[in-house]
């Protein structure tokens, strides 16, 4: 695709009718950086679409006139980083075709009371009322499909995803994590401004905030105090330090896994902003619903995609059922299980074909364990309260440091009621019953016709939703997503978006 700079509004209006591809769209005030070119350069790399760059320094964002006309202008050369690292097309409008004069269409926006109250909001007043304006502006006139942002500026990205929620915008955002220079600090279009000793500042500042969550890692404790004593001894002027949820920008609870610690210094007449993330464990997707719906094969490319653990806690249960028929067992009987379940052990490992093979006591049993034969009673051994607590235990244990998606009927109200996603996947009787019919793996479904099958499938539905202990139900913040009509990839990319927005980039780095 030939290379295209527009700098008139009516100019991209016409070239946008004219080109046959979605756009991806990042913003920009200039100055590039690594920052920057991460961003252009992911956006390549994501898909096949259009990548548009734009420079625009708005005016709406200072509150301080000085700030300004003293932003760092490098026209030229952003030109160039821009073309060289991915963009096809840059957009550089004057401040008049952003906002002409008398143009009663242009809509001047407030940012989330909520969002924006805190941190930058708390002595920038009116800036993210500014950033919402211009990228509402720029967002009509390009209509891309994916804006790209960077989780830097984290409490910004919040406002632009409440922005794009709340006036129904047809666009994806995509972000990435904080890009640090070589000595660790934030990377910042500010930075050209750092004295050798203003840099050395930032830096101490940075490395507080590394070795807090460092520390965090070992104790799940933060000091603010300590910190700020830490900051105050080099004389560093603190704007704000908190320790927040990172969603909502209220003070951090104990029950939250994932927190942000942010804060804002002063070098010279250079304001700057870092921030971490603290985890208590890695996070967590837990995916429920009913047999035949699709959750097994979703899970395990989502596990994949997002190198997390796969834990199917739906083998674990079939894997019983099997040793319970094997062992000729009866597990009616309390005592019986009592005494068996102590010696019972289940593994999974990874097969020759990257793919989980499911061990009960050495027994390999990945193939046994799809039988209808199990299908049938695996529904009755999953309400046995003993057995059924054996299991949680298992499956609770396994998730202690978190980092997997789990499937099953009860992952996201009983095993991990915490997870940072919840999804509850579902389809109609017809669809699961088709899919159980086509599913090679099941040689039984094969034999039953398809109206059998439907039959087996609503009294497995009904039991599941049924039983007395840990009922198949949807969690109260679970998401519901049903899958007819959309193939696997569709369900596992829908999937990964929610988990993306969920969960910071950052703290997804392996």
């Known amino acids: 695709m030939k290379k295209v700079i527009i700098r008139k509004t009516e100019e991209i209006e016409n070239w946008r009718r004219n080109i046959n591809s979605d756009i991806n769209f990042i913003p920009t005030m200039g100055n590039l950086h690594n920052g920057h070119i991460k961003l252009i350069s992911t956006a390549k790399k994501d898909n096949t679409n259009v990548n548009l760059v734009s420079i625009f320094v708005n005016p709406l964002q200072f509150d301080d006139k000085s700030d300004l006309e003293n932003y760092p202008k490098t026209i030229e050369n952003d030109i160039k980083i821009s073309f060289a690292n991915g963009a096809d097309v840059i957009f550089i409008p004057s401040t008049e075709d952003i906002y002409p004069t008398n143009n009663k269409s242009i809509k001047f926006l407030k940012a989330s009371i909520e969002l924006s109250s805190a941190l930058c909001g708390l002595n920038r007043s009116g800036h993210f009322d500014g950033v919402c304006t211009v990228v509402f502006r720029l967002l009509n006139l390009i209509k891309p499909k994916n804006l790209y942002l960077g989780e830097k500026d984290w409490q910004q990205l919040l406002i632009l995803k409440n922005l794009v929620l709340t006036k129904k915008l047809n666009v994806a955002i995509r972000s990435i994590p904080t890009q640090r220079d070589f000595d660790g600090i934030p990377l910042s279009s500010r930075n050209v401004h750092l004295s050798k000793n203003e840099r050395k500042l930032i830096k101490f500042f940075s490395n507080e905030l590394l070795i807090a969550k ?17 900051l105050s001894a080099e004389k560093i002027s603190i704007e704000y330090l908190e320790h927040l949820h990172p969603h909502t920008l209220q003070q951090a609870r104990s029950e939250d896994n994932i927190s942000i610690l ?7 007449e250079t304001r700057l902003i870092d921030h971490v993330f603290l985890m208590k464990r890695k996070p967590i997707i ?3 619903g009913p047999a035949g719906s699709g959750k097994s094969t979703v899970t395990k490319l989502i596990a994949k995609k997002l190198k997390l653990l796969y834990l199917d806690t739906g083998a674990m249960y079939r894997a019983l059922s099997w040793l319970l028929i094997k062992e000729n067992i ?27 093979d499911v061990f009960i006591n050495n027994y390999c049993v990945t193939e046994e364990i799809r039988s209808q034969e199990i299908s049938s009673i695996v529904s009755k051994i999953s309400s046995i309260k003993e057995l059924r607590k054996f299991l949680v235990e298992e499956q609770r244990r396994i998730g202690e440091s978190g980092g997997l998606v789990a499937e099953g009927r009860d992952i996201g109200t009983t095993v991990f009621p915490d997870a940072e996603l919840k999804i509850f996947l579902t389809a109609s009787i017809d669809e699961r019953a088709k899919r159980r019919k086509s599913d090679k793996q099941s040689k039984d479904s094969q034999e039953i016709d398809l109206h059998t099958l439907k039959e087996l499938i609503k009294k497995r539905d009904f039991e599941d939703s049924n039983r007395e202990i840990s009922p198949l139900i949807k969690a109260n913040d679970a998401i519901e997503i049903i899958t007819d009509g959309y193939s696997i990839h569709d369900v596992v ?18």
Not at 499 to 506: A, I, L, M, R, S
């Open 262 to 268: 942010a804060g804002a210094i002063r070098c010279g």
């Open 330 to 356: 009866d597990y009616k009987k309390e005592k019986n299980l009592q005494k068996i379940l102590k010696n019972i052990s289940i593994v999974f490992k990874s097969n020759e074909n990257s793919n989980q």
């Open 286 to 288: 837990a995916i429920d």
């Open 214 to 230: 460092k520390n965090f890692q070992q104790d799940k404790k933060i000091s603010l105090k300590e910190i700020i004593k830490n």
């Open 493 to 510: 990319d829908k999937i990964i978006d929610l988990y993306n927005d969920k969960v910071p980039k950052e703290t997804q780095i392996q």
